[in-house]
């Protein structure tokens, strides 16, 4: 755990005295991840470099694991706390192998103790350790070594760590593959993480918390779908920017939404049967066919089942997409967008149809938080089961 209390620093400029974090009082729970967003100059890295003594506290006091770290010898209290930068800072003459040893090298690990570890910790950032290890940080791409920077500072397995725009500098593409990497190893890890980001997805996809500054002051601290659908004050609203509803997408998952009334028929069933299932379950265009082992292998469109005589095993299409429970909301509208579709049916591990997702369920759940803030009646334009489905 983190916390911060009336954390506060002030340099002396030659045109006077600049308070670039003022009376910051924070905690972050033990094992979650904390962002911290804000303009330029606005104090987050300011506040972040204060807790390792890398800029010294004007007053105030940090706490870890409920420890005043006021009288921590600074190097102790800096190995003891993972730190990752922008600019990775690899030891250019050292090869990747020292580059992750540093720390435990310096806290007196054995030395197959600390070479076991730099090989674990390579594996951990999915890359080969036989291929990695003797090489030399210019002889790697600019995201392996940002993989290496991470693995340095896990390498002594600190409780905390402290990460500066980490994976500000790579290319998109990577990016998000190593937010990805970094997420799934946190959770086997929990490690408690303080991380300064300019990037609001960034901040949306991997914070548990958010803590958006202005000015040296800490204008609004909570999870990310509060801070999306409730901000504080008119500059947080304006900082998330206009599209804050579509951010949300990311955080739900299609378990939280997917409801388990959908209407099915077999190869076997026929078509008249396929069109009063359509009926009854109030879809306009199709239903989903699937197998013994309920998975999605076809669609009978309502035009084909009106027209036609048969069985459905002989007049399918093919099925559109489908969606996992774990996949988020921003990616099943994309699908549905993409493919004209008020609708998607959601499956399970084994791939068999567990339910379905709607827009309109998608748009409640959306709106029913800013409704909730605002005071406004839930339940208005609520639709029933049925009629949310009845689109597609």
Known sequence: MIRLDNLTKVFDTPKGAVTAADHISMEVPTGEICILLGPSGCGKTT???????????????????????????????????GYVIQQIGLFPNMTIEENITVVPKLLGWDKAKYKERAREMMRMIALE?????KRYPSELSGGQQQRIGVARALAADPPVMLMDEPFGAIDPINRAVIQDEFLKMQ???????????????????????????????LVQYSQPDELLAAPKNEFV????????????????????LASEDIGLVRPDDTLETALAR???????????????????????SAAVARTT????????????????????????ASLMFSNDMTWVPCVDDEGRIVGQITQRSITHHLGSRYRAHSGADDTVGEASPSSSASEE
């Not at 350790?129 to 290890?133: E, G, I, T, V």
């Not at 959770?187 to 609001?200: A, E, G, P, R, Y």
């Not at 009854?280 to 197998?291: E, L």
């Not at 559109?320 to 921003?330: A, F």
Request: glycine share 6%.
């Open 47 to 81: 506040t972040l470099k204060m807790i390792n003594r890398i800029i010294r506290p004007t007053s105030g006091k940090v706490f870890i694991n409920g420890e005043d770290t006021t009288s921590l010898d600074t190097q102790d209290l800096r190995r003891s706390i």
């Open 129 to 133: 350790p036989d291929a990695f290890l």
């Open 187 to 217: 959770q086997d890890l929990k490690k408690t993480i303080m991380f300064v980001s300019h990037d609001i997805d960034e901040a949306i996809k991997m914070g548990d918390r958010i803590a958006i500054f202005r000015e040296g002051k």
């Open 237 to 256: 609203e304006s900082f998330l920017g206009e599209d804050r509803a579509l951010k949300r997408l990311n955080l739900v998952k299609v378990r939280d």
């Open 278 to 300: 359509i009926g009854d379950y109030g879809y306009q265009t199709s239903i989903v066919m699937v197998n013994a082992k309920r998975q999605p292998v076809g669609i009978i």
């Open 309 to 332: 005589k048969g069985h459905c095993r002989d007049h399918f299409q093919s099925v559109p997409v489908v969606v996992s429970l774990d996949d988020d909301l921003r990616k099943v």
